[in-house]
Nanobody, 123 residues
Framework: QVQLVESGGGLVQAGGSLRLSCTASGRTFGTYTLGWFRQAPGKEREFVAVLTWTGRTYYADSVKGRFTISRDNAKNILSLQMNSLKPEDTALYYC?????????????????WGQGTQVTVSS
C-alpha cells in the first residue's frame, strides 16, 4: 500500500510560479509510473503530466513548455514545477502512482491517488 500526500498549492497571480510536491509513504515508488492530474470545479479530471519508471515524460498540450515533472526516488518525492501560470490552471491537483496499464493519460489507470492540493491562479 502507498500513501500519497501533496503539498505546495496556493494562490498565485497569473504569470507566477508554484512547485507542487508529492511525498509517498508505505513503500518506495522507484519502479512506479507517477503523474499529476487536476480537476477544476464542474469539469472532469484531466491529465497534466506523467513520468514513467523508465524516465519518459508526457505532458498535456495545455501545460507543455510551462510545467516540468520530476522525481527523487531516494526521497520518494514527486514534483511538479509550474511556471507562467494562467487562470485556467486553477484546479485541485492530484498526485498519482502505479499505472496498471499503458494508458498513462487516463485517470482510471492509476492505483494510488493523493487527496489533492488546491492551486488558484488569479487574473
Amino acid at each position: 500500500q502507498v500513501q500519497l500526500v501533496e503539498s505546495g498549492g496556493g494562490l498565485v497571480q497569473a504569470g507566477g510560479s508554484l512547485r507542487l510536491s508529492c511525498t509517498a509513504s508505505g513503500r518506495t515508488f522507484g519502479t512506479y509510473t507517477l503523474g499529476w492530474f487536476r480537476q477544476a470545479p464542474g469539469k472532469e479530471r484531466e491529465f497534466v503530466a506523467v513520468l514513467t519508471w523508465t524516465g519518459r515524460t508526457y505532458y498535456a498540450d495545455s501545460v507543455k513548455g510551462r510545467f516540468t515533472i520530476s522525481r527523487d526516488n531516494a526521497k520518494n518525492i514527486l514534483s511538479l514545477q509550474m511556471n507562467s501560470l494562467k487562470p485556467e490552471d486553477t484546479a485541485l491537483y492530484y498526485c498519482v502512482a502505479d499505472a496498471q496499464g499503458m494508458l498513462v493519460t487516463n485517470p482510471t489507470t492509476y492505483r494510488y491517488w493523493g487527496q489533492g492540493t488546491q492551486v488558484t491562479v488569479s487574473s
